[in-house]
């Protein structure tokens, strides 16, 4: 085996130009696609994090995945008989028994759960109205829920606790109203309730609609604002394991019937999308490996013509057409395996001068930086892809070789 490295290498060295072209070709190919694909891939997680991290996993709500048969339907499943215009009678929506549900997801290992009532409301001040939603809940069991109390300006969800009349507000909301903190705001509820909350806190996530709309108060004080004593319109849920929403949430819909929807199933065109993008960048980035290989295929089998007589030699000294096609496949590995030592570091060189580039987005009021994927995986598929590239670049070559007959070499034939 050292014979036929030694003796690849001499080919190599042969045509040193070319040969350093080719590598060089496999160099800027491996970084690119490095850093292409960190890039890509450290975005695709970035945005995957905020939407898992900012939304709960699973959210129970007061539905039914399929409507529940009416007692005529049952009683006489195949009638002739249909009856339209009925109308259902009033009732007070909401999950019943969310208490017990609440204490056997508290019970299983790496659930938390709090239940949520929510409600539309509209914010008087000042002789001006604004719709909002009302978030009803309890804040020592929301804090390990959601991420909202990372985004708190002023105040705390804690708050809350102290003062249940109290009302925590996000910022664009106060600035349409010209309202601070300590000040206080009159709430009329759909149901035509009026009550009056002291603002306890305000949070900014950057999200204009949401800090404009969203609301968060004590869920006692919103069940009697909606005349639903004792009732909550959603469960939320967060995993220790996120990618175990899905099947999570198929067990809990099958337990309790309520409608359970996780972040998977609520964002598949999001998901489908960013599938979609990956397959473009790695096609894309991929090209640029590809066009190196080529390089390594014309240097490889210039090498195969120009030393017709030294493989003719070989072979009538005792070496077998695999040994041969062995040392030119050793040369294509050879520049592959240069390439990637030589280009993950510039490809690494290249991520980090990325990261270091702040801009800022069209609606963004604070500049961000390029996210990336500094995790193995990536550096691992450069380095297979332009490992793979090359040793298939020089496939057909080595083959050529392995095939030429010393015979018709060594008697001047063709």
Not at 74 to 88: D, G, I, K, M, W
Not at 153 to 169: A, E, F, M, R, T
Not at 318 to 339: A, K, N, P, S, Y
Not at 397 to 410: F, G, S, Y
Request: aromatic share 6%; charged share 20%; proline share 4%.
């Amino acid at each position: 085996m050292r014979l036929l490295v030694g003796i690849a290498l001499k080919h190599l060295l042969f045509r040193k130009r070319q040969s350093l072209v080719s590598l060089l070709g496999i160099v800027l190919g491996v970084a690119f696609f490095l850093a292409i694909a960190a890039l890509m891939q450290g975005s695709e997680k970035d945005f995957i994090t905020r939407l898992v991290d900012n939304a709960p996993h699973i959210t129970m709500s007061d539905e039914y995945r399929t409507p529940r048969k009416q007692p005529v339907e049952e009683v006489f499943p195949r009638a002739a008989l249909e009856l339209r215009n009925v109308q259902p009678l009033t009732e007070t929506r909401g999950i019943r028994g969310y208490e017990q549900i609440l204490s056997d997801l508290h019970r299983t290992p790496g659930t938390r759960a709090a239940a949520v009532l929510t409600g539309q409301a509209l914010v008087s001040y000042a002789g001006r109205d604004f719709s909002v939603v009302l978030n009803g809940m309890n804040p020592e069991e929301i804090k390990g829920i959601t991420t909202i109390e990372n985004y708190m300006k002023q105040g705390s969800i804690d708050d809350l606790i102290i003062d249940p009349d109290g009302i925590v507000i996000g910022t664009e909301l106060a600035k349409r109203l010209s309202l601070q903190m300590g000040d206080n705001i009159t709430i009329v509820a759909s149901t035509g309730q009026v009550r009056t909350f002291k603002i306890l806190g305000l949070f900014r996530t950057g999200r204009s609609d949401y800090d404009e709309r969203q609301t968060y108060v004590s869920l006692k004080r919103v069940q009697a604002l909606l005349n639903r004593p004792n009732r909550a319109n959603s469960i939320i849920i967060k995993l220790d394991d996120p990618n175990d929403a899905y099947q999570v949430a198929e067990q809990l819909e099958e337990r309790y019937l309520y409608k359970s929807v996780s972040w998977q199933e609520a964002s598949e065109d999001l998901l489908s999308t960013l599938t979609i993008r990956n397959i473009i960048m790695y096609t894309v980035v991929s090209t640029v490996l590809i066009v190196a290989a080529f390089g390594i295929y014309n240097v490889i089998s210039t090498v195969v013509m120009e030393k017709h007589r030294d493989i003719a030699i070989l072979k009538s000294m005792g070496f077998h057409g695999r040994d041969v096609q062995r040392i030119f496949l050793g040369e294509g590995l050879i520049l592959g395996l240069l390439g990637c030592v030589m280009g993950i570091p510039l490809g690494a060189a290249i991520m980090a001068g990325l990261m270091q580039i702040r801009f800022n987005p069209p609606g963004a009021s604070e500049p961000v930086n390029m996210p990336m994927d500094w995790s193995w995986p990536q550096f691992a598929i450069a380095a297979a892809f332009a490992i793979g590239a090359a040793t298939v670049a020089s496939l057909l070559p080595a083959r050529k070789a392995a095939r030429v007959k010393p015979v018709d070499i060594l008697r001047g034939g063709t």
